[in-house]
C-alpha cells in the first residue's frame, strides 16, 4: 500500500510540474512544437482539431501541422466554406518557389485542369507570395467566407487570396482525397 501511494503522489508531481510548465492556452504538442488551443481570426474563434506530423519516406521528419476549424464546424465539413486555418512548422529549410512547385502537383492529383484553370491567376498569386523557410519557421494558411484565404509566415500576414472555391482546392493539398500525406490528414482530421 505504501508503494502504491508513493507512486501515484510520484506520478501527480510530474503531472503538476508539467502542468506548470506548459504556457496557457498552449493545448497541443507534437514533435516538441507547441499549438494554441484556438485562434481568434476577427470575429471568428477557430478551435484546435487536431496535430499532425509529416514524414518522408517513413523517417525524415518534414514538419508538423495543426488544423483548426471553426466553432461547431466537423472535420468532414473541412473542404467546404467554413472557416478554417492550417499552421505548419517545418524542421528543414525549404525555397519559397518549392512550395508553389509541390503545390502544383498535389492540386493536379486531386482535380482536372477544368477546375484549376479557373483559378490559375489566384494559384499564382499564392505562390508568388512563399519566401524561403529555415527549420522552426511557421506558415499559416487561414480562410473566413466572405474574407478569402490569408498566407502568413511567423505571425505576418504576406497576403490574402479570395473565393471559397480556391481556399477548396488549396486545402484539398494536406485534406483532400489524395492529400500530400495520408497519415498527416487522418492526424489532422482525427480520423485514425
Do not use: C
Not at 510530474?14 to 494554441?36: C, H, K, N, Q, Y
Not at 524561403?132 to 487561414?142: E, F, G, I, N, Q
Amino acid at each position: 500500500m505504501r508503494r502504491e501511494g508513493w507512486l501515484i503522489r510520484g506520478v501527480g508531481m510530474l503531472l503538476s510540474l508539467w502542468l506548470m510548465r506548459a504556457p496557457a492556452g498552449w493545448a497541443a504538442e507534437i514533435e516538441g512544437v507547441t499549438f494554441a488551443d484556438s485562434y481568434q481570426a476577427g470575429e471568428t474563434r477557430l478551435v484546435l482539431n487536431g496535430v499532425g506530423l509529416l514524414r518522408y519516406r517513413l523517417v525524415i521528419k518534414g514538419y508538423v501541422a495543426a488544423l483548426y476549424l471553426g466553432e461547431g464546424v466537423r472535420p468532414g465539413q473541412v473542404l467546404t466554406d467554413v472557416p478554417k486555418r492550417l499552421e505548419i512548422e517545418y524542421f528543414w529549410a525549404i525555397a519559397g518557389p518549392d512550395f508553389g512547385k509541390a503545390a502544383e502537383q498535389v492540386m493536379a492529383e486531386n482535380f482536372p485542369a477544368a477546375t484549376l484553370t479557373p483559378l490559375r491567376s489566384r494559384i499564382e498569386r499564392l505562390h508568388a507570395l512563399y519566401n524561403d523557410v529555415k527549420p522552426h519557421d511557421r506558415y499559416a494558411l487561414t480562410y473566413i467566407p466572405g474574407v478569402g484565404m490569408e498566407l502568413a509566415l511567423n505571425g505576418q500576414a504576406k497576403g490574402m487570396i479570395e473565393g471559397a472555391d480556391f481556399a477548396s482546392v488549396y486545402f484539398a493539398i494536406w485534406l483532400g482525397a489524395k492529400p500530400i500525406n495520408a497519415s498527416l490528414k487522418s492526424q489532422l482530421l482525427k480520423t485514425s
